[in-house]
């Protein structure tokens, strides 16, 4: 079954909660169509200028965060199984924004650009996958969800800004169409939210916003698995294995994504925990997904060719 999602009154949202009722409930194997907002919820391209003077879509609200679509709830979906979400496309819009500097953080007081900020607006084009901004400088378009999870658990209203284990502001480049993403289902129904799409990041985000853009199309299949117990996200790319840790620090972020992929390689090689340690100091890279999001992220990659 086929499902479609827009932006609207209903759909769309700017925290993650258990207790947000779902627009759509689907059945394992089922697939839905979005489109989506860019992150600040605009109308249009922004320009640059006064925060003020950035189009906004109706729904949007102060204290919201990222422009989420959802949540669906997956039929029979429990927690403590693992969401399977395979991102068959992501289509980028032909517009995107990136901010850099102008506002308080720890990041920006580190390069010296609190205070002074630019806007770099670009002009993008899904077809030859480029993307040029105002001053001619083109890059290579890979678009990906910044924002694809879960909510915790405890009622409430929860900020889209820190990632978690169960998903939310993962921000990691390598989940492109083609890829499958595993989590942890920390609610029953799931509850799956999407949004904040990138049309090009680098590892670590690190001036804070990548090239942020709506989305035309974003088609996710998803399915629920009792086979594959994971506790944080693991990814299946074309090329590769990846697990994906967070923490307030980078050594937390590092050694929880370590310990996903010692589990994983395991499980895939049918080796002791000393033996999956000896094979990832020569097989397993380990990046950073972006330092940028109060809560850190990390991701520990097993390359298909680095292991037989």
């Not at 189009?55 to 422009?67: F, L, S, V």
């Not at 502001?169 to 169409?177: G, K, S």
Request: aromatic share 6%.
């Amino acid at each position: 079954m086929r499902h479609t999602l827009t932006p609207g009154d209903d759909t769309l949202h700017g925290h993650f909660s258990p207790d947000f009722p779902p627009v759509l409930t689907i059945d394992p194997g089922d697939t839905v169509t979005y489109r989506t907002l860019d992150c600040w919820w605009s109308a249009g391209p922004y320009p640059g200028g006064h925060i003020r003077d950035r189009p906004r879509a109706p729904q949007y609200q102060a204290d919201h965060g990222h422009a989420l679509i959802g949540p669906v709830a997956v039929r029979g979906a429990r927690a403590g199984q693992t969401l399977e979400v395979r991102i068959d496309a992501v289509v980028p819009a032909t517009w995107g924004t990136t901010v850099a500097g102008g506002w308080p953080s720890g990041f920006n007081q580190r390069y010296g650009v609190e205070k002074e900020g630019v806007v770099h607006a670009w002009t993008l084009d899904p077809v030859g996958m480029t993307g040029r901004n105002q001053h001619g400088h083109t890059v290579a378009l890979r678009p990906f969800m910044g924002v694809l999870g879960m909510p915790p658990a405890e009622p409430g209203r929860h900020s889209t800004v820190p990632p978690r284990p169960f998903g939310g502001n993962l921000d990691c480049r390598d989940l492109t169409a083609g890829s499958t993403l595993l989590l942890p289902i920390p609610v029953d129904g799931a509850l799956f939210s999407v949004g904040d799409g990138h049309a090009a990041q680098g590892d670590g985000e690190v001036g804070g916003t990548a090239i942020e853009c709506p989305m035309d199309e974003v088609t996710l299949t998803f399915d629920v698995r009792d086979d594959f117990p994971v506790t944080g996200p693991v990814a299946r790319t074309a090329d590769a294995w990846l697990t994906l840790g967070v923490g307030a620090t980078l050594d937390d972020a590092t050694f929880m994504a370590l310990d996903s992929m010692l589990t994983l390689m395991q499980r895939l090689h049918g080796v002791s925990r000393p033996d999956a340690v000896a094979l990832a100091s020569v097989a397993v890279d380990v990046r950073v997904t972006q330092i940028v999001n109060q809560t850190v992220g990390a991701h520990a990659v097993l390359r298909n060719d680095a292991l037989r």
